[in-house]
């Protein structure tokens, strides 16, 4: 899943900022020393949010 919110000002075309939501899963079976409490799979869930505010 994935989601980008766009914040303009009304009636105008530029983009005062945005935030982006992408969640997921990560394989992490390669890695030399997993994280304590991994499943056996290796996958286990991700998050990242991205913020960006541009000041006029």
Do not use: D
Request: hydrophobic fraction near 40%; aromatic fraction near 8%; glycine fraction near 10%.
């Amino acid at each position: 899943m994935t989601g980008v919110h766009v914040a303009i000002e009304p009636g105008k075309t530029m983009i005062l900022g945005y935030h982006a939501i992408n969640v997921g899963t990560m394989n992490v079976a390669k890695l030399a020393s997993p994280p304590r409490g991994t499943p056996r799979h290796g996958e286990i869930p991700r998050f990242y949010s991205s913020n960006r505010w541009l000041s006029i």
